[in-house]
């Protein structure tokens, strides 16, 4: 019976282990899932550095010049010095 006994634990062993790789808590498949959401993670990632890059740029010359507000007030806000005329030309 002893001799039985020690080949059918590992059997039993070893498909508990079996089970726990592919259907349990850091399955195969799961670690693939996350591997997955990592790479949409570092994607979206790196999308919001090259924005906070941006914006890190455009802090930076409002700071350092005059030149960038005075455009960003004439684009975006109609800012017009005195003694200019405004033309608009239509596409």
Not at 33 to 59: G, I, K, M
Request: hydrophobic fraction near 50%; avoid cysteine; charge should be negative.
């Amino acid at each position: 019976m002893s001799h039985r006994a020690v080949p059918l634990a590992l059997i039993a062993l070893l498909v508990i282990l079996h089970g726990q790789l592919w259907f349990g808590r850091g399955s195969v498949a799961q670690v693939a899932h996350l591997r997955s959401q990592l790479a949409d993670q570092a994607q979206r990632n790196e999308q919001t550095q090259f924005a906070n890059d941006q914006l890190a740029a455009e802090v930076r010359d409002l700071k350092e010049g005059l030149e960038m507000v005075e455009e960003k007030a004439r684009m975006e806000l109609g800012m017009i010095k005195i003694n200019e005329i405004y033309v608009q030309i239509a596409r």
